[in-house]
């Protein structure tokens, strides 16, 4: 089958930025002052007080002349206003949609704000230059510096574009590689990546899988003989679930399919009043399957 050309990629902004003065830019909503208070808003303004800003915020050209709407960068804006700034690098959009701009927001994973962090080091940033920018301490600063050291290749590779705690792979290191790479892809399939739920597949671990088996931390109420138990049960679950999840997008599609079909006979007089007086246990079944089907309104 022969595809059709595809055409030019059409550009939603100006080739070109522009230095807007703070006054001729009106956001589309207002910062409160709880905003204000939040840890977001404290990076920017470390970050900007730094180093400047990064990303250009994108604005797009009013009907008044001179004047622009604040698409996307709203902090940005206010952060610039209480500094004292005048003016502000913009890019100019061409697309008046804001849901353009903030459906590609992409936040920062763990393991990519890790490998920044590194880079911006072996290029010679100072280490306080760069808490500043990110408005943490210097104690926090060296956890993240840190914070791949004792984790397996494989884990990293696993959860580079996932949010995951720094004191999550405190918990992974007390692991073995191969037990770190279980864990990491239990973590994926629940998408859970809490320390707590790092804590409980420590403590349902092995021994043999443990980094330091002889260290293994004790569970109040609980004996080492129903520590090692509940390892055993938890490695059995664990196979268990992965097998579930290796089947369940077929499962899903059949189930989709079945009541599909099931809600096409129900919606049918003839057949559903059939059903009804003939076999009225069954067809109950089916509309509480077809009704189970459709989920939570």
């Not at 720094?166 to 073995?176: A, P, Q």
């Not at 997008?249 to 919606?267: N, P, Q």
Request: with cysteine; proline share 4%; aromatic share 4%.
């Amino acid at each position: 089958m022969s595809q059709k050309a595809r055409g030019p990629v059409k550009l939603n902004f100006e080739r070109t930025t522009l230095r807007i003065s703070l006054h001729d830019i009106a956001p589309l909503h207002q910062i409160t002052p709880a905003i204000k208070k939040g840890i977001k808003y404290r990076q920017i303004c470390s970050s900007i007080k730094e180093i400047g800003i990064i990303e250009p915020p994108v604005v797009i050209r009013s009907g008044q002349k001179g004047k622009y709407i604040m698409l996307d960068g709203h902090l940005r804006l206010e952060v610039c206003k209480d500094l004292g700034h005048e003016h502000l690098v913009c890019l100019i959009a061409t697309d008046d949609e804001a849901f353009t701009y903030n459906r590609h927001i992409s936040r920062l994973a763990s393991v990519q704000e890790h490998k920044m962090i590194m880079r911006a080091i072996e290029r010679g940033v100072p280490e306080k230059t760069i808490a500043k920018a990110l408005d943490i301490r210097m104690p926090t600063l060296h956890a993240k510096t840190h914070m791949l050291q004792g984790i397996c290749a494989e884990v990293v590779e696993l959860l580079k574009d996932k949010h995951v705690p720094i004191h999550t792979f405190g918990v992974l290191k007390k692991m073995t590689p191969l037990r770190q790479i279980e864990a990491a892809e239990l973590m994926i399939s629940m998408n859970i990546f809490s320390q707590g739920y790092a804590v409980s597949l420590l403590a349902s671990t092995p021994k043999e899988h443990l980094a330091q088996p002889d260290n293994r931390k004790k569970v109040k109420g609980l004996t080492e003989r129903q520590m090692d138990l509940m390892a055993r049960e938890s490695a059995s679950l664990d196979k268990e679930f992965k097998m579930v999840e290796q089947t369940y997008g077929g499962d899903h599609l059949d189930l989709v399919l079945t009541i599909g079909y099931l809600r096409k006979l129900v919606d049918n007089p003839r057949i559903s009043r059939y059903l009804e007086r003939n076999y009225e246990e069954i067809h109950t079944e089916f509309l509480r399957l077809i009704d189970a089907g459709q989920g939570p309104a």
